[in-house]
């Protein structure tokens, strides 16, 4: 029988009463009304199911309401086992859902039964919701300003609109300062959850280019960086190394595909930028490439050297990458142009459009062309950049025929400078001078990482990888304040850190 009509968002519902000829309870159902305007059709929820009982009845059940007026939504379980039948919560809980709400993500009506779940035992917040606060970490926002917006938001998914927000700049930065532990403890609870899946994911696609027999398909290149973060000293304006940031992308062919991957695939932090620092980065990645693209550092170099002696049977080559190849080249051309009037001509645009290092001819031609005009100009000998003749030209000469081989890989590390130009050093900038502790930012860095490679285009996704988690753990998220500094020590400033953590993975 009819039983009134309701009008949300613009539309307008029959309601009808069911009256069940068994022994089910009466309940209403409702159609659109006729002449409203009809949206999409609310897709199938069916009820949780119990966890004791889970191929028997179950319906809804009133609600609970916890602290902060958080409703739950609670159902009913029929078992079909002769059990006395019982109210349940699921193991991520639920909240209520009325008829007519609209998704936040797909602007569809949704089912009464999937309302958002609870991202874990024992956290008021919802998957959606922490998922959103991890994209804006990920994105570079600070831990106080995320957490603000999360209670926001969950103040606004309850129903108390009422609540007074400030906006004071004052009040504003007193409720950061007070709330920021929480975005700090869901980035060392749930970027490992998001994380871990991915890098492994990562790994098998290596490890399956490695395992091709097309030449170009197991080449995989390795390209490292770093940029250090700065603070200001407490006198004068002169400005002093705070800690650095490691990065190391890959690169092969994607045979399936028909096209170059390039990803940025590990960001670390750590007191510098070290030997063992860059050993750390190359042992978490756990492969040995074929070609690693560097800026000849000496860090980078003492951790080349200790790979390769490390895996006698898997040879690598070891390139300078052409963006800093480019820049030694620029500044001898400036020093001899200054001290002894030397014309390039066009040895500089070539150095620009990047033609010099697009083959090993190029290469040579541009090489000749450098030396000829230096005899012609009569630049005297002692003025000539032997040491870098000596020590530098004959690993690019080197270098050149193997990257002839795999041309479509990249020659330069660029790519990833422009990545950490992007995406680290804003946040570093800003909010770097305020971490302090090594693993925990290391794990921001993984959500940094993940916002590189795409992962949070689609909040859902992230959503449903939080969820099934913790699904698997009968809906607990791991502890945290597993990964606090003892006794206030700032592992991420600590300068013995590196050499201590090279030790401890037998290095």
């Not at 990545?419 to 925990?440: A, C, Q, S, W």
């Not at 939080?466 to 020590?489: E, N, Q």
Request: charge should be positive; include cysteine; hydrophobic fraction near 35%.
């Amino acid at each position: 029988m009819k039983n009134g009509t309701r009008k949300v968002a613009g539309v307008t519902y029959q309601r009808y009463l069911c009256r069940p000829n068994n022994s089910d309870a009466a309940h209403t159902l409702k159609s659109y009304a006729s002449g409203s305007a009809t949206p999409e059709p609310t897709p199938y929820s069916p009820p949780e199911r119990c966890p004791k009982h889970p191929l028997s009845r179950t319906v809804r059940d009133g609600k609970t309401k916890r602290a902060r007026g958080v409703e739950r939504q609670r159902y009913r379980c029929y078992p079909n086992n002769g059990d006395a039948e019982h109210r349940f919560t699921p193991v991520l809980s639920r909240l209520v859902v009325d008829h007519g709400e609209t998704c936040p993500e797909c602007s569809r009506e949704r089912g009464v039964n999937q309302g958002d779940t609870n991202v874990a035992h024992g956290y008021k917040f919802t998957t959606r919701v922490v998922a959103a606060a991890l994209a804006e970490l990920a994105d570079g926002d600070s831990y106080g300003s995320t957490a603000v917006w999360a209670k926001q938001q969950m103040l606004a998914l309850t129903g108390h609109t009422s609540t007074r927000i400030t906006s004071s700049s004052r009040e504003k930065s007193r409720q950061r300062k007070n709330s920021w532990r929480l975005a700090a403890d869901w980035v060392e609870t749930f970027s490992p959850v998001l994380f871990e899946p991915w890098a492994a994911a990562a790994r098998a696609e290596v490890d399956e280019a490695f395992a091709q027999p097309t030449k170009d398909r197991q080449v995989v290149s390795l390209l490292l960086d770093d940029i250090p973060v700065f603070v200001k000293a407490r006198q004068g304006t002169r400005q002093r190394q705070r800690f650095s940031v490691l990065a190391a992308s890959e690169s092969f062919i994607d045979l399936d595909k028909g096209q170059r991957v390039t990803r940025l695939r590990l960001l670390r932090a750590y007191p510098d930028h070290s030997g063992d620092a860059y050993k750390l980065v190359l042992a978490e990645l756990g492969y040995v490439p074929d070609i690693v693209m560097a800026d000849g550092g000496t860090g980078i170099g003492a951790a080349v050297r200790w790979l390769e002696k490390s895996n006698p049977g898997k040879p690598f080559a070891v390139c300078l990458s052409a963006y800093h190849l480019r820049q030694q080249l620029r500044r001898q051309l400036a020093k001899l142009s200054s001290e002894h009037n030397f014309r390039p001509g066009d040895l500089e645009d070539r150095l620009q459009n990047w033609s010099f290092s697009s083959s090993s001819v190029a290469w040579h031609t541009w090489w000749g062309d450098y030396e000829n005009r230096m005899r012609a100009q009569k630049i005297a000998p002692s003025a000539w950049p032997h040491k870098w003749i000596n020590e530098v030209k004959p690993r690019v000469d080197a270098q050149m025929p193997v990257l002839d081989q795999s041309r479509v890989l990249p020659r330069s590390t660029g790519s990833l400078e422009a990545t950490l130009f992007d995406i680290v050093k804003p946040t570093m900038n800003v909010r770097g001078p305020g971490f302090g502790n090594l693993e925990r930012t290391n794990r921001l860095l993984d959500l940094m990482t993940l916002r590189a490679n795409g992962v949070f285009d689609n909040l859902q996704t992230v959503a449903n990888a939080l969820v099934t988690d913790a699904l698997l753990h009968d809906g607990f998220a791991p502890p945290v304040r597993s990964i606090a500094d003892v006794r206030m020590v700032r592992s991420l400033l600590d300068e013995t850190m590196t050499e201590r953590l090279v030790k401890q993975a037998g290095l």
